[in-house]
């Protein structure tokens, strides 16, 4: 039987560390780390997503600062608080929430951002920093991925990984960080050639591509391990209820090493490490 991970387990764990963190950072005499949340519109999972970030920071000692604009904000005003928030010396973290009202260039508020305090990893200093191996900070769910797979894996040296997606946000930096771990990387695509024979031959599968239930049992070599980022809202007509779906038949592989469950998986890893990146951010700034 494959060994589940449990996503919220590991999550409960690194929020441990970093409290302990913030703690010995207050003992030592150090700034509180202080994340800046802007949101701007009235969108309803972005709401969600704010809420949970902010309940977070409370759980692990982080200050919170929101910043809730209209929908009709200026790119000129979102760009003028970005800068203020810069240059608060009691903000380490700024995360903008995207989706941005459609009169908003994402990229170029997103490039405003501080790269020090650009915890979400969006800022291209930071995704050329990830690139080139020389730190920097990750983002939050390619991170969570490679904290699970610690979790069940030894040693990564010379394992077979097939990333499925090519998205700047999971596929892209999920090969970087599983390059920097000397693995053979694989990166697959929709135009791909031959996915479930690249699957068979792979260590690990980093499935990300949004498409529901896409890896199915026979493509995933017994004892490789598979870490499920996708999650797809679906109706099921049967019950009428909504389901979460995640790009990995989980029910029929049961043969892994292990597996991540959807939901429970990579879900609760990605504010987990948004809560660590802020405490890293505070402490660099302050070093
Ligand atoms: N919207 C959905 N997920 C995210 C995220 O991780 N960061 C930001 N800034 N916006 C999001």
Redesign the pocket.
Same mark, same amino acid.
């Given at each position: 039987m494959a060994q589940i991970i449990d996503g919220k387990a590991v999550a409960n764990r690194l929020d441990e560390k970093s409290k302990a963190e913030v703690d010995a950072m207050i003992a030592a005499g150090m700034q509180r780390p202080g994340l800046a949340v802007i949101l701007v519109g009235d969108d309803g999972?972005?709401q969600v997503?704010v809420r949970r970030k902010i309940k977070a920071c409370q759980k692990v000692g982080i200050t919170s600062i929101e910043h809730r604009l209209p929908a009709d904000t200026t790119q000129e005003d979102l760009l003028k608080l970005v800068h203020e928030l810069n240059n608060d010396p009691a903000v380490h973290g700024i995360? $903008?929430?995207?989706?941005l009202p459609p009169h908003i260039d994402t990229r170029l508020v997103l490039r405003s951002i501080s790269p020090d305090k650009d915890v979400?990893g969006?800022h291209p200093v930071n995704v050329g920093r990830l690139s080139t191996g020389t730190g920097g900070i990750v983002? $939050?769910?390619p991170l969570g991925v490679m904290i699970l797979l610690q979790s069940v894996i030894d040693g990564f040296k010379g394992k077979d990984a097939v990333v499925i997606g090519k998205s700047n946000?999971v596929g892209k930096p999920v090969a970087n960080l599983l390059l920097d771990a000397e693995c053979t990387v694989t990166v697959t695509h929709i135009y791909t050639h031959g996915l479930p024979d690249i699957c068979r031959k792979a260590d690990i599968i980093v499935a990300a591509a949004g498409a529901p239930h896409l890896v199915k049992g026979d493509w995933v070599k017994p004892g490789a391990v598979v870490i499920d980022v996708g999650i797809t809202r679906v109706m099921d007509e049967a019950t009428g209820k909504e389901q979460l779906l995640g790009d990995v038949d989980f029910d029929n592989c049961q043969h892994a090493g292990a597996i991540t469950p959807v939901p429970g998986g990579v879900g609760p890893m990605?504010i987990a490490c948004?809560m660590a990146n802020t405490v890293q951010a505070a402490k660099a700034l302050q070093s």
């Open positions: 999972a972005s997503y995360l $903008c929430q995207v989706p979400d969006f983002p $939050c769910t946000i990605t948004l």
